[in-house]
Protein backbone atom coordinates (compact mmCIF):
# COMPACT_ATOMS: atom_id res chain seq x y z
CA UNK A 1 0.00 0.00 0.00
CA UNK A 2 3.11 2.51 0.43
CA UNK A 3 4.64 1.87 -2.55
CA UNK A 4 1.14 2.32 -3.90
CA UNK A 5 0.77 5.64 -2.59
CA UNK A 6 4.41 7.09 -3.08
CA UNK A 7 3.44 6.49 -7.21
CA UNK A 8 0.57 8.05 -6.98
CA UNK A 9 1.82 11.08 -5.03
CA UNK A 10 4.75 11.15 -7.54
CA UNK A 11 2.23 11.44 -10.60
CA UNK A 12 0.10 14.12 -8.49
CA UNK A 13 3.69 16.35 -8.03
CA UNK A 14 4.13 16.11 -11.67
CA UNK A 15 0.65 16.91 -12.48
CA UNK A 16 0.99 19.91 -10.81
CA UNK A 17 4.29 21.29 -12.39
CA UNK A 18 2.73 20.45 -15.43
CA UNK A 19 -0.47 22.10 -14.74
CA UNK A 20 1.55 25.34 -12.91
CA UNK A 21 3.53 25.70 -16.35
CA UNK A 22 0.34 25.41 -18.91
CA UNK A 23 -1.90 27.88 -17.03
CA UNK A 24 0.13 30.63 -16.44
CA UNK A 25 1.85 30.49 -20.33
CA UNK A 26 -2.06 30.48 -21.60
CA UNK A 27 -3.07 33.08 -18.98
CA UNK A 28 0.11 35.14 -20.41
CA UNK A 29 -0.69 34.85 -23.95
CA UNK A 30 -3.62 35.96 -23.88
CA UNK A 31 -4.88 39.49 -25.57
CA UNK A 32 -4.87 42.41 -23.35
CA UNK A 33 -2.82 44.23 -20.88
CA UNK A 34 -4.28 44.64 -17.14
CA UNK A 35 -2.08 47.63 -17.09
CA UNK A 36 -3.40 49.22 -19.97
CA UNK A 37 -6.89 47.89 -18.86
CA UNK A 38 -6.65 49.78 -15.58
CA UNK A 39 -5.55 53.13 -16.84
CA UNK A 40 -7.83 53.20 -19.78
CA UNK A 41 -6.93 53.81 -23.73
CA UNK A 42 -5.70 57.74 -22.79
CA UNK A 43 -2.84 56.83 -20.56
CA UNK A 44 0.59 58.25 -21.41
CA UNK A 45 3.26 55.75 -22.11
CA UNK A 46 5.35 57.02 -18.85
CA UNK A 47 2.55 56.54 -16.78
CA UNK A 48 1.75 53.16 -18.04
CA UNK A 49 5.42 52.34 -17.75
CA UNK A 50 5.86 52.78 -14.11
CA UNK A 51 2.36 50.53 -13.40
CA UNK A 52 3.78 48.05 -15.00
CA UNK A 53 7.11 47.60 -13.19
CA UNK A 54 5.04 48.59 -10.05
CA UNK A 55 2.88 45.32 -11.36
CA UNK A 56 6.02 43.39 -11.87
CA UNK A 57 4.51 43.51 -15.83
CA UNK A 58 8.05 44.29 -17.02
CA UNK A 59 9.71 41.00 -15.78
CA UNK A 60 10.29 38.19 -18.28
CA UNK A 61 7.95 35.95 -18.20
CA UNK A 62 9.85 33.09 -16.74
CA UNK A 63 11.01 35.33 -13.62
CA UNK A 64 7.18 35.97 -13.22
CA UNK A 65 6.71 32.52 -13.23
CA UNK A 66 9.34 31.17 -10.84
CA UNK A 67 8.23 34.74 -8.58
CA UNK A 68 4.11 33.06 -9.29
CA UNK A 69 5.26 29.77 -7.95
CA UNK A 70 7.93 30.56 -5.06
CA UNK A 71 5.10 32.48 -3.19
CA UNK A 72 2.30 29.45 -3.74
CA UNK A 73 4.19 27.33 -2.17
CA UNK A 74 4.66 29.85 0.86
CA UNK A 75 1.18 30.69 0.50
CA UNK A 76 1.47 34.22 -1.22
CA UNK A 77 -0.75 34.21 -4.10
CA UNK A 78 0.23 37.77 -4.67
CA UNK A 79 -1.67 40.77 -5.04
CA UNK A 80 -4.55 41.53 -6.89
CA UNK A 81 -3.95 44.33 -9.87
CA UNK A 82 -7.50 45.74 -9.54
CA UNK A 83 -8.44 45.58 -5.77
CA UNK A 84 -4.80 45.64 -4.62
CA UNK A 85 -5.70 42.78 -2.07
CA UNK A 86 -3.56 39.98 -1.12
CA UNK A 87 -5.44 37.11 -3.43
CA UNK A 88 -4.96 34.62 -0.76
CA UNK A 89 -7.83 36.68 1.05
CA UNK A 90 -10.18 36.84 -1.73
CA UNK A 91 -9.59 33.41 -2.30
CA UNK A 92 -10.18 32.30 1.37
CA UNK A 93 -13.03 34.39 1.99
CA UNK A 94 -15.01 33.35 -1.29
CA UNK A 95 -13.48 29.43 -0.47
CA UNK A 96 -15.99 29.31 2.65
CA UNK A 97 -18.86 29.67 -0.16
CA UNK A 98 -17.83 27.28 -2.75
CA UNK A 99 -16.63 24.55 -0.73
CA UNK A 100 -19.40 24.13 1.38
CA UNK A 101 -21.98 24.57 -1.87
CA UNK A 102 -19.76 21.40 -3.24
CA UNK A 103 -19.54 19.09 -0.71
CA UNK A 104 -23.53 20.09 -0.10
CA UNK A 105 -24.65 19.67 -3.46
CA UNK A 106 -22.41 15.99 -3.86
CA UNK A 107 -24.33 14.82 -0.47
CA UNK A 108 -27.49 15.77 -2.45
CA UNK A 109 -26.28 13.68 -5.29
CA UNK A 110 -25.07 10.45 -3.59
CA UNK A 111 -28.33 10.42 -1.54
CA UNK A 112 -30.21 10.70 -4.42
CA UNK A 113 -28.24 8.78 -6.84
CA UNK A 114 -27.26 5.30 -4.41
CA UNK A 115 -30.72 4.57 -3.48
CA UNK A 116 -32.57 5.23 -6.76
CA UNK A 117 -29.25 2.94 -9.16
CA UNK A 118 -29.61 0.28 -6.65
CA UNK A 119 -33.34 -0.03 -7.03
CA UNK A 120 -33.14 0.57 -10.47
CA UNK A 121 -30.37 -2.38 -10.71
CA UNK A 122 -33.07 -4.67 -8.76
CA UNK A 123 -35.70 -4.19 -10.70
CA UNK A 124 -34.12 -4.81 -13.84
CA UNK A 125 -36.71 -4.06 -17.00
CA UNK A 126 -39.84 -3.35 -14.52
CA UNK A 127 -41.68 -0.38 -14.24
CA UNK A 128 -39.30 0.97 -11.46
CA UNK A 129 -36.35 0.64 -13.31
CA UNK A 130 -37.84 1.69 -16.43
CA UNK A 131 -39.28 4.91 -13.93
CA UNK A 132 -35.72 5.71 -12.77
CA UNK A 133 -34.10 5.35 -16.18
CA UNK A 134 -36.56 7.79 -16.89
CA UNK A 135 -35.85 10.21 -14.85
CA UNK A 136 -32.04 10.34 -15.30
CA UNK A 137 -32.35 10.53 -18.92
CA UNK A 138 -34.23 13.29 -18.32
CA UNK A 139 -31.53 15.23 -15.49
CA UNK A 140 -28.60 14.43 -17.95
CA UNK A 141 -30.61 16.03 -20.64
CA UNK A 142 -31.57 19.25 -18.67
CA UNK A 143 -28.45 21.51 -17.94
CA UNK A 144 -28.41 22.61 -14.05
CA UNK A 145 -28.72 26.30 -14.81
CA UNK A 146 -32.73 25.44 -16.02
CA UNK A 147 -32.79 23.53 -12.66
CA UNK A 148 -31.49 27.09 -10.92
CA UNK A 149 -34.17 28.75 -12.65
CA UNK A 150 -36.89 26.68 -12.03
CA UNK A 151 -36.27 26.55 -8.44
CA UNK A 152 -35.66 30.17 -8.16
CA UNK A 153 -39.27 30.55 -9.79
CA UNK A 154 -41.12 27.89 -7.74
CA UNK A 155 -39.45 28.11 -4.19
CA UNK A 156 -38.28 31.94 -4.23
CA UNK A 157 -41.22 33.37 -6.37
CA UNK A 158 -44.20 31.50 -5.85
CA UNK A 159 -43.75 29.78 -2.28
CA UNK A 160 -41.65 32.54 -0.84
CA UNK A 161 -39.79 29.71 0.97
CA UNK A 162 -36.13 30.59 -0.05
CA UNK A 163 -34.15 33.82 -1.53
CA UNK A 164 -33.97 34.52 -4.62
CA UNK A 165 -30.17 34.83 -4.11
CA UNK A 166 -27.45 36.51 -1.99
CA UNK A 167 -25.51 34.58 0.76
CA UNK A 168 -26.76 35.11 4.39
CA UNK A 169 -23.47 34.28 5.69
CA UNK A 170 -22.04 31.91 8.21
CA UNK A 171 -22.16 34.52 11.02
CA UNK A 172 -25.28 34.79 10.73
CA UNK A 173 -25.41 30.45 12.03
CA UNK A 174 -25.23 27.51 10.39
CA UNK A 175 -28.42 26.78 9.65
CA UNK A 176 -29.45 30.77 7.88
CA UNK A 177 -26.30 29.64 5.98
CA UNK A 178 -27.28 26.24 4.57
CA UNK A 179 -30.49 27.76 3.50
CA UNK A 180 -28.62 30.30 1.18
CA UNK A 181 -26.86 27.21 -0.35
CA UNK A 182 -29.92 24.54 -0.51
CA UNK A 183 -31.58 26.31 -4.10
CA UNK A 184 -28.34 26.20 -5.48
CA UNK A 185 -27.43 22.83 -3.96
CA UNK A 186 -29.91 21.32 -5.48
CA UNK A 187 -29.21 22.83 -8.81
CA UNK A 188 -26.05 21.03 -9.09
CA UNK A 189 -27.30 17.87 -7.46
CA UNK A 190 -29.74 16.78 -9.88
CA UNK A 191 -28.00 16.54 -13.31
CA UNK A 192 -25.14 14.78 -10.95
CA UNK A 193 -27.25 12.56 -9.32
CA UNK A 194 -28.68 11.20 -12.58
CA UNK A 195 -24.92 10.71 -14.23
CA UNK A 196 -23.98 9.06 -11.06
CA UNK A 197 -27.61 6.59 -10.62
CA UNK A 198 -26.72 5.29 -14.26
CA UNK A 199 -23.50 4.61 -13.23
CA UNK A 200 -24.31 2.76 -10.01
CA UNK A 201 -27.23 0.87 -12.26
CA UNK A 202 -24.59 -0.04 -14.39
CA UNK A 203 -22.16 -1.16 -12.35
CA UNK A 204 -24.38 -3.18 -10.52
CA UNK A 205 -25.58 -4.81 -12.86
CA UNK A 206 -22.38 -5.92 -14.23
CA UNK A 207 -21.76 -7.04 -11.57
CA UNK A 208 -24.69 -9.72 -10.19
CA UNK A 209 -24.13 -11.25 -13.37
CA UNK A 210 -20.63 -12.65 -11.99
CA UNK A 211 -20.04 -16.01 -10.90
CA UNK A 212 -19.06 -14.81 -7.24
CA UNK A 213 -22.65 -13.58 -7.11
CA UNK A 214 -24.20 -16.92 -8.16
CA UNK A 215 -22.03 -18.88 -6.15
CA UNK A 216 -23.49 -16.50 -3.06
CA UNK A 217 -26.66 -17.29 -3.57
CA UNK A 218 -26.00 -21.09 -4.10
CA UNK A 219 -24.85 -21.16 -0.93
CA UNK A 220 -28.04 -19.94 0.93
CA UNK A 221 -27.74 -16.16 0.53
CA UNK A 222 -31.10 -14.26 -0.34
CA UNK A 223 -31.01 -11.95 -3.29
CA UNK A 224 -31.29 -8.88 -1.08
CA UNK A 225 -28.62 -10.44 0.80
CA UNK A 226 -26.00 -11.13 -1.82
CA UNK A 227 -26.75 -7.41 -3.17
CA UNK A 228 -25.57 -5.96 -0.26
CA UNK A 229 -23.15 -8.20 1.36
CA UNK A 230 -21.20 -8.66 -2.18
CA UNK A 231 -23.09 -6.65 -4.84
CA UNK A 232 -22.85 -3.05 -3.94
CA UNK A 233 -19.49 -2.78 -2.45
CA UNK A 234 -17.62 -4.52 -5.77
CA UNK A 235 -19.79 -2.02 -7.91
CA UNK A 236 -18.68 1.14 -5.80
CA UNK A 237 -14.77 1.11 -7.70
CA UNK A 238 -16.36 3.20 -11.07
CA UNK A 239 -18.81 5.23 -8.85
CA UNK A 240 -15.90 6.34 -6.66
CA UNK A 241 -14.47 7.77 -10.59
CA UNK A 242 -17.20 9.41 -10.81
CA UNK A 243 -18.16 10.76 -7.27
CA UNK A 244 -14.40 12.71 -7.31
CA UNK A 245 -14.83 13.75 -10.94
CA UNK A 246 -18.55 15.16 -9.60
CA UNK A 247 -16.69 17.13 -7.00
CA UNK A 248 -14.09 18.36 -9.21
CA UNK A 249 -16.60 19.85 -11.15
CA UNK A 250 -19.25 21.09 -8.34
CA UNK A 251 -15.91 23.26 -6.98
CA UNK A 252 -14.77 24.60 -10.38
CA UNK A 253 -17.57 23.97 -12.66
CA UNK A 254 -20.30 26.23 -10.16
CA UNK A 255 -19.77 29.64 -12.03
CA UNK A 256 -23.20 30.00 -13.79
CA UNK A 257 -24.84 28.73 -10.71
CA UNK A 258 -23.22 31.38 -8.67
CA UNK A 259 -24.19 34.16 -10.75
CA UNK A 260 -27.64 32.98 -11.01
CA UNK A 261 -28.03 32.92 -7.16
CA UNK A 262 -25.50 35.93 -6.93
CA UNK A 263 -23.03 33.99 -4.46
CA UNK A 264 -19.98 35.25 -3.56
CA UNK A 265 -17.62 32.22 -4.58
CA UNK A 266 -14.85 31.31 -6.50
CA UNK A 267 -16.60 30.80 -9.99
CA UNK A 268 -17.85 34.88 -9.66
CA UNK A 269 -14.16 35.89 -8.39
CA UNK A 270 -13.17 34.33 -11.74
CA UNK A 271 -15.62 35.91 -13.86
CA UNK A 272 -14.89 38.80 -12.19
CA UNK A 273 -11.03 38.38 -12.95
CA UNK A 274 -11.28 37.41 -16.71
CA UNK A 275 -13.21 40.51 -17.59
CA UNK A 276 -10.97 42.73 -15.55
CA UNK A 277 -7.88 41.17 -17.32
CA UNK A 278 -6.51 40.64 -13.26
CA UNK A 279 -4.39 37.91 -14.21
CA UNK A 280 -2.69 36.97 -11.00
CA UNK A 281 -6.17 36.49 -9.81
CA UNK A 282 -6.96 34.01 -12.57
CA UNK A 283 -3.88 31.87 -12.77
CA UNK A 284 -3.84 31.88 -8.92
CA UNK A 285 -7.78 30.53 -8.54
CA UNK A 286 -7.50 28.32 -11.69
CA UNK A 287 -4.32 26.78 -9.87
CA UNK A 288 -6.25 26.30 -6.49
CA UNK A 289 -8.72 24.69 -8.50
CA UNK A 290 -6.50 22.01 -10.50
CA UNK A 291 -4.70 21.43 -7.50
CA UNK A 292 -8.28 20.52 -5.73
CA UNK A 293 -8.72 17.94 -9.08
CA UNK A 294 -5.72 16.36 -8.85
CA UNK A 295 -6.17 15.83 -5.17
CA UNK A 296 -9.32 14.74 -5.24
CA UNK A 297 -8.26 12.15 -7.99
CA UNK A 298 -5.54 10.91 -5.79
CA UNK A 299 -7.93 10.59 -2.83
CA UNK A 300 -9.80 8.33 -5.06
CA UNK A 301 -6.78 6.31 -6.21
CA UNK A 302 -6.44 5.62 -2.57
CA UNK A 303 -9.62 4.71 -2.02
CA UNK A 304 -9.51 2.52 -5.00
CA UNK A 305 -6.45 0.45 -3.05
CA UNK A 306 -9.21 0.58 -0.13
CA UNK A 307 -11.72 -1.28 -1.79
CA UNK A 308 -9.86 -3.47 -3.98
CA UNK A 309 -7.17 -5.50 -2.97
CA UNK A 310 -5.92 -6.24 -6.11
CA UNK A 311 -4.51 -2.74 -7.07
CA UNK A 312 -2.14 -2.69 -4.22
CA UNK A 313 -0.76 -5.80 -5.30
CA UNK A 314 -0.35 -4.97 -8.75
CA UNK A 315 2.04 -2.30 -8.17
Known sequence: MLRYSLKRLLSLLVSLAV???????????????????MLG??????????????????????????????????????????????VAQMIADRLWV?????????????????PAGIYAAARRGKPGDMAVMGATQLG??????????????????????????????????????????????????????????????????????EDFMRTARAKGLTR??????????????PVLTIIGLQFSFLLAGAIIIEQVFYLPGLGRLVFRAISSRDLIVVESVVMLLVFAVIVVNFAVDLAYAAVDPRLRTRT
Not at 98 to 114: D, K, N, R
Request: aromatic content about 12%; proline content about 6%; glycine content about 8%.
Open 19 to 37: ASLVIFFVVEVAPGDPASF
Open 41 to 86: VNAQPDTLAALRAELGLDLPKWQRYLAWVGGMLTGDFGTSYTYRTP
Open 98 to 114: SLPLALYALTLSTLIAF
Open 140 to 209: VALPNFWFAMMMVLVFAINLRWFSAGGFAGWQDGLLPGLKSLTLPAISLALPQAAILARVMRSALLDILG
Open 224 to 237: RQALWRHGVRNALI
